[in-house]
């Protein structure tokens, strides 16, 4: 898991929306090993942000933003 969010952190930090809602989604699951709600919550708005439908339908069932 740590391998997967380590390639995945590489491509958010290019700005690379489905990478920004993978890691989003592995830090808001409160079953996580590695959750981290701040940090879940900036990456599920960076991708939403560009444009992202997964991360945008998040906010919208989810009533966040």
Known sequence: LK???ALLQKSAEQNFPPAQHALAVMFLDPNSPLQNRPEG???MQAAADAGFPPAQEFF???GLH
């Open 3 to 5: 391998d997967a969010a």
């Open 41 to 43: 919550h900036r990456l």
């Open 60 to 62: 919208k069932s989810s």
